[in-house]
């Protein structure tokens, strides 16, 4: 029905940066919230950055280094991510509310995941 599909991860030394893409495609209607988390080993996964139709929010330990982004009419999301620290290595995860066309309701999808590693 829909995709979502991470790419732009890798590997970067500590202050460098990487810019990662989610495409969504598939059986869509419309967008509403998208947003970017992360999952360390060993911990949950965390919330980083997040845009609804009306606002755009950070976890605090990436407020002022990552941007989140998106283009609406190629259904693309992005994230910049500026002066990395080893603490941000994990695999990121692109989530999309997705009303499917013919739908009523918004269905949530997550990406496969792609891998940031960032090294002191």
Do not use: H
């Not at 988390?37 to 407020?63: C, M």
């Amino acid at each position: 029905q829909v995709q979502l599909v991470e790419s732009g991860g890798g590997q970067v030394q500590a202050g460098g940066s990487l810019r990662l893409s989610c495409a969504a495609s598939g059986n869509i209607f419309a967008l509403n919230t998208m947003g970017w988390y992360r999952q360390a080993p060993g911990k949950q996964r965390e919330l980083v950055a997040e845009l609804t139709l009306v606002a755009t929010q950070y976890v605090d330990s990436v407020k002022g280094r990552f941007t989140i982004s998106r283009d609406n009419a190629k259904n693309m999301m992005y994230l910049q991510m500026n002066s990395l620290k080893p603490e941000d290595t994990a695999v990121y995860y692109c989530n999309a509310r997705v009303l499917l066309a013919g739908s009523a309701l918004y269905t949530n999808y997550w990406g496969q995941g792609t891998q940031v590693t960032v090294s002191s």
